[in-house]
């Protein structure tokens, strides 16, 4: 580990824990590892204060997200990946909700939306009566929705 952030292909920040002379590390992709990646460098600057400011109570959430990422990746042929972060869901979709990811595979397409109960029941609710999770079955009709979700073929 202490190689690859000599070399910049991770960069390491630590964690607020509550513990008194401990603090946990957080690994991300260094400049180098950015650029291996396939990225712009000219994104890593936004890439890395984002990372940097990230709320603490936002870390389990996010590795819960990829979790559900990962195993996409690995049970199936993902084309396309668009995270709760990407200004696509701004500038081009207004859900009224934004999901966790959405993801394009083999298979289809699928919103990703991850509850790890801190949701008050009022706020789920809302989310579940939201529009992208209805969405599904009338978006592949819908006319802005093939022009948005490009299907690899």
Not at 124 to 153: C, I, V
Request: aromatic share 14%; proline share 3%.
């Amino acid at each position: 580990m202490l190689w690859m952030i000599a070399e910049q292909y991770l960069n390491r920040r630590y964690r607020a824990d509550t513990f008194a002379h401990f603090q946990t590390p957080v690994y991300y992709l260094g400049k180098r590892g950015w650029h291996t990646v396939g990225k712009s460098l000219d994104a890593y600057k936004d890439y890395r204060m984002q990372i940097e400011q990230r709320s603490e109570r936002t870390f389990q959430h996010t590795l819960s997200v990829h979790d559900v990422i990962l195993k996409f990746v690995l049970e199936a042929e993902v084309k396309r990946i668009v995270s709760s972060e990407d200004k696509l869901w701004q500038e081009a979709i207004d859900f009224g909700n934004i999901p966790d990811a959405w993801i394009q595979f083999d298979g289809g397409e699928a919103f990703v939306e991850v509850d790890l109960g801190t949701e008050r029941p009022i706020v789920l609710r809302e989310k579940l009566d939201g529009a992208f999770f209805r969405m599904p079955l009338s978006m592949p009709h819908a006319s802005g929705y093939a022009n948005t979700w490009k299907r690899d073929t």
